[in-house]
């Protein structure tokens, strides 16, 4: 229970420091008294601005959150003889991106690098163990599309490279684990079209694993649980932001949906409700079907 309570103080202080940053951007207590009026070498100005407005290009890619509370139809499986997991937990969810370049081509188009961090955490049980941390980077390019023509309102075109892995050992040969193996990752592909109505966004996705690579040894038939398209929906109205995911696999009929719902608080933090039904909402447990409502709260759309 202690970690519980840490986890909503970090939460309670995290929304705190956003609700205190005004109009003009707050400046870093550690550097407040440093006075650069008088430097005469204007390169040297210009980067001790930059150092000191603190930018150094990371913004927000995926909904970044901390949900203290999120309860799962039933008991989370433990592949470790000794622990047992309960069905409520806390989840969090760190995802940032960083522009590379841009107009390489001519197009308009712009490239990135991001990392998004996933962490599941069991602070209900004693000693308060992760059941899993997923580390997912990517590489992408964003080509722009200005469509007036096709009735579709195609908005933008975009191809990415990823990989997702809970970053556990080959277990298999292990007696202690009685021949499970921890170890799952994916390396993939994808491309995402995004179309816009009005305040509705929709985002259609085909992924597929690297053709002709053995990634998908820890898990082989992830697939069929993952699925190889997705749909998103989002769709704001006044302050108000729903989203709604399904994806699967055609042929073996296995997937997932998602819904979540944001309602801005105080500067930029928002309340977060999330509902997931599905397959592979970690990947430890991909090919078992889990129902879980967790709410929380946001830092990023």
Not at 36 to 58: A, P, T
Not at 231 to 259: D, P, Q, W
Not at 285 to 294: C, I, P
Request: aromatic share 16%; with cysteine; net charge neutral.
């Amino acid at each position: 229970m202690i970690r519980f309570y840490l986890l909503l103080l970090l939460s309670a202080s995290l929304f705190a420091e956003t609700a205190a940053v005004c109009e003009v951007k707050k400046v870093d207590e550690t550097k407040s008294q440093i006075n650069i009026e008088n430097v005469q070498n204007d390169r040297s100005k210009e980067n001790m601005q930059h150092w000191l407005d603190g930018d150094f290009g990371l913004k927000p890619y995926r909904s970044n959150y901390i949900l203290p509370f999120g309860i799962a139809n039933s008991r989370y499986i433990s592949h470790k003889p000794t622990v047992t997991y309960d069905n409520k937990e806390a989840e969090l969810q760190v995802s940032l991106k960083l522009k590379i370049a841009d107009d390489l081509f001519g197009l308009h188009e712009k490239y990135y690098v991001s990392y998004t961090h996933r962490a599941f955490w069991q602070i209900y049980i004693n000693s308060s163990p992760f059941r899993e941390s997923i580390y997912n980077p990517e590489g992408f390019v964003v080509f722009p599309i200005s469509d007036k023509t096709s009735g579709l309102n195609m908005r933008s075109l975009k191809f990415a490279i990823a990989h997702q892995s809970n970053g556990q050992p080959n277990t298999t040969n292990i007696p202690f684990f009685n021949g499970y193996n921890l170890s799952k990752s994916i390396n993939y592909l994808y491309t995402t079209l995004t179309l816009q109505h009005g305040t509705l966004l929709t985002d259609l996705t085909l992924m597929t694993p690297y053709l002709g690579s053995e990634d998908l040894t820890d898990n082989p038939d992830i697939m069929k649980y993952l699925g190889y398209t997705k749909a998103k929906f989002t769709y704001f109205y006044n302050e108000h932001m729903f989203t709604f995911m399904v994806r699967g696999n055609i042929s073996s009929l296995k997937g997932a949906v998602e819904a979540t719902y944001s309602y801005p608080l105080p500067h930029d933090t928002y309340l977060y409700v999330k509902f997931f039904n599905g397959y592979v909402e970690s990947l430890v447990d991909y090919n078992r079907e889990v129902t879980k409502f967790s709410i929380g709260f946001s830092f990023s759309r």
